[in-house]
């Protein structure tokens, strides 16, 4: 979760009321960028606000703390407030962007506004058991996508994630440090994965260890840090994607740890198995739920990015199989495609775009890719001079591709995005009016 702290100096009873309208403009402001949104849709909120409140307001936005400078006729005024925007939660991020558009209305004062902000902070995450089942339903959805046959072997990746995601929440509990979690459950995978294979009771290692982890990936930070850049905020988005990248890399840690625990390794290339539309289809819509579970979508919303997520999934399959696409041609198209439809329905349901775009095509990350690319340069590290062309060719072939897929799918969603709002300047200034 973000960190939400205003930080103000002293003020006398008759600075109470121009006080207030401050307060409530930086808070919202942190609260919407602490759960997901956009910098730029968070800026829009506090200007539009200000403007209600006859303030001109000046954002800043950066890795641990929101500026935000009003000016009014006693002079400028500063108000801090310390921001990580580590939390992906659209139920805060919708409830909050509705608060502002009633204080916009006319409909709100500013302290009903500020005890509804304050209550939208205190909201729980969802349900422990909903966000393990749907873990296990995810995950195991993402075992079939990549070719997982054996329903043994789905039962143990589906029991794999349900337990990481059980551990996650525990540890949330206990640890404050953000990367604890993932690199314990993907731990917790690579051993359930070796122990599997050393049991000899699935041979399909590769899908049981890497289905729960690719779960565990922060697809939103890295598409709201790519938007950043675009947007040449460099400091915020580069702080994003790193964060993103240590993510990602405490999944690789851990997943390799455990598999080595375990005494397994996890092969470099693999087959690749046709999976029929429908099967493809459908399980991508359990993987989007799975998705939309983890960043709290309200339940009735849930079925949009479903619906969105299987026709780009059907568009995906239709590129490979009848267009032979390579694999970042068909993810640029799939993603143009939610790029196009996510960006208005986003604005119109109050949702963050990276976390509802990102719900919408989670099942063309590339993890596979990339957990096997950094098996692979753990295997060059341990074999030295005797490790084989193919495994260094393998390795770099695989990473090459990944970095290339994840590309294809962020300009996908990107650009869209920024042209849409470039030509229809109302998506990027949130107003109950829009409605």
């Known amino acids: 979760m973000g960190k939400v702290e205003i930080i103000r100096g002293h003020v006398t009873p008759a600075q109470i009321a121009p006080v207030e309208a401050r307060a409530l403009i930086a808070e919202s402001a942190a609260l919407l960028l602490a759960n997901g949104q956009t910098t730029e849709r968070t800026v829009a909120a506090a200007r539009q606000l200000a403007d209600r409140l006859r303030l001109r307001v000046t954002v800043f936005a950066r890795w641990g703390e929101l500026i935000v400078r009003t000016d009014d006729d006693t002079g400028s005024h500063y108000d801090i407030a310390a921001v990580v925007p580590m939390g992906i939660d659209m139920n805060k991020v919708a409830a909050a962007t509705d608060v502002v558009d009633r204080v916009i209305d006319g409909r709100l004062d500013v302290p009903a506004a500020r005890a509804a902000l304050e209550a939208i902070a205190r909201r729980p995450p969802v349900s422990v ?13 993402l075992g079939v996508i990549f070719g997982a046959a054996h329903p043994f072997g789905l039962m143990l990746i589906a029991l794999s994630a349900g337990a990481g995601a059980c551990l996650r929440r525990w540890l949330a509990r206990v640890s404050p440090n953000p990367f604890v979690q993932p690199l314990c459950a993907s731990l917790l995978a690579g051993v359930i994965g070796a122990i599997a294979v050393r049991l000899e009771v699935s041979s399909e290692l590769r899908l049981i260890a890497v289905c729960p ?12 840090g790519a938007i950043d850049l675009a947007r040449t905020r460099i400091a915020l988005g580069a ?16 997943l390799l740890t455990g598999l080595w625990l375990g005494g397994a390794t996890l092969p470099v290339s693999g087959p690749t198995y046709p999976v029929p539309l429908g099967y493809d289809v459908i399980t991508a819509g359990v993987a989007v739920a799975a998705y939309g579970t983890f960043f709290a979508m309200p339940w009735r919303m849930l079925p949009i990015p479903i619906v969105v997520g299987m026709v780009a999934h059907a568009a995906h399959w239709a590129m490979m199989s009848f267009a032979g696409a390579s694999l970042e041609a068909a993810a640029l198209v799939s993603c143009l495609l939610v790029g196009i439809i996510a960006t208005p329905v986003a604005d119109r349901l109050r949702m963050p775009f990276a976390a509802f775009a990102f719900a919408s095509v989670v099942s063309l990350i590339p993890g596979v890719l990339l ?13 030295g001079g005797k490790a084989s062309a193919d495994l260094l060719l393998n390795t770099f072939a695989d990473g090459a591709t990944a970095i290339l897929v994840i590309l294809a799918m962020t300009l996908g969603l990107v650009v869209p995005k920024m042209c849409i709002e470039y030509f229809v300047p109302s998506l ?3 107003s109950s009016q829009s409605n």
């Open 239 to 254: 702080a994003r994607i790193s964060y993103a990248g240590l993510i990602i890399l405490m999944i690789c840690t851990g």
């Open 371 to 383: 957990f096997r690319m950094a098996g692979g340069f753990v295997e060059l590290v341990m074999l």
């Open 428 to 430: 990027s200034r949130p």
């Open 213 to 224: 982890c690719m779960v565990l990936v922060p697809g939103p930070h890295l598409l709201n």
């Open 129 to 141: 058991a909903r966000f393990a089942l749907l873990a296990a339903a995810g995950a195991a959805a």
